[in-house]
């Protein structure tokens, strides 16, 4: 079985996840379709890396579906995270 990740909020990833163990055979895009918050705004990685929604999920991988942080560019990105903190 792989374990599956749902992260529903990428700046406090621990609040509201969901973990769960799926089967082998999936392909990244029929858990995106069926897992994702909104299909498009998620990503997918699949063993730490990002992956083509054509992968299959092989029964020792760990996937983890996170919403994609929207911005205007990189620089505006890393303004907002230096006020913040």
Known sequence: MAKLVII???????????VHEIKAGYTAA??????????????IMVNGAHTEPSRQIAADDFVVVYPKVMGGGGR??????????
């Open 8 to 18: 529903k909020n990428s700046f406090r990833p621990y609040e509201g996840r969901e």
């Open 30 to 43: 029929d858990l995106l379709a069926r897992f994702a918050l909104t299909e498009m705004n998620s990503g």
């Open 76 to 85: 505006k990105i890393l303004g907002t995270i230096a006020m913040i903190a």
